[in-house]
C-alpha cells in the first residue's frame, strides 16, 4: 500500500511523533493508522525504557485548587532539563496530573508504593470473598491476582484511567510525554487535601 503524505499528516496529529516516525509506523503497519498509533507508543515505551536511568531534577511543582478552595492538590514532576519543564506542554501536563489526583484521588502513584499492609489487607478480604463464592480452590489465586490489579487501577495514579480519556491511563500518558520530550519524565509524588478532612 503506498503511504500518502495525507496518511502522514493525520498520523502525526494523532501522536505529535515526527514525520519520519508516523511514515516508518505506516510502512511497518502496512497503512493501517491504528496499528501505526500502537506502534508508536510501543516504540515510545522502549525509547523511554532507555531513559529511565537517567537523572531527573528539573520540572515542575503544580497546584490546583478546586471546589472554591475545599480542595487541593501539590504534585511534583520531574523532567531532565529546564527548557523542558517550562514549555507549555510539559505544564499542560502536569495541569492533568494535579486534576487526575483531584478528581480520582489516588493513594500512591504507582503499585510498587503501594504500603505492604494494605496489600496484605485487600489479599485477605480477597480471600475471603472467594472462600465464600464456591469456585475451585485451584482458580482462588487468579482470581485473586485479579481483583488486585483492578484496586490497583483505582488507587494507582499510573494505572488509573485518565480523566480526560478514559481509553488511556496515566502511565499512557506519561509514556507519551516521554517520547514527545525525549527526556526521562518522572511523576515524583502528590498531597492531596479536603479542607476539614483529618490525614
Known sequence: MEITASMVKELREKTNAGMMDCKKALNEC???????????????????????DRQSSEG??????????????LVEVNCETDFTGKTDEFTQFARDLAMQ??????????????????????????????????????IWDKIIEGKLKKF???????????VK?????????????????GENVQIRRFARFVLGEQS
Open 165 to 181: 480519556d478514559p481509553d488511556k491511563t496515566v502511565e499512557d500518558l506519561l509514556n507519551e510525554m516521554r517520547a514527545k520530550t
Open 152 to 162: 490497583e487501577s483505582e488507587v494507582c495514579l499510573l494505572k488509573q484511567a485518565f
Open 60 to 73: 515542575q511543582i503544580m497546584a490546583y485548587i478546586h471546589g472554591g478552595g475545599k480542595l487541593g492538590v
Open 101 to 138: 489526583i483531584a478528581a480520582a484521588n489516588p493513594i500512591c502513584v504507582s503499585p510498587e508504593d503501594l504500603p505492604a499492609e494494605v496489600v496484605e489487607r485487600e489479599k485477605a478480604i480477597y480471600l475471603g470473598q472467594v472462600k465464600d463464592s464456591g469456585k475451585p480452590e485451584k
Open 30 to 52: 502496512a497503512g493501517d493508522l491504528a496499528k501505526a498509533q500502537d506502534w508508536l507508543r510501543q516504540k515510545g515505551l522502549a525509547v523511554a525504557a532507555k531513559r529511565a
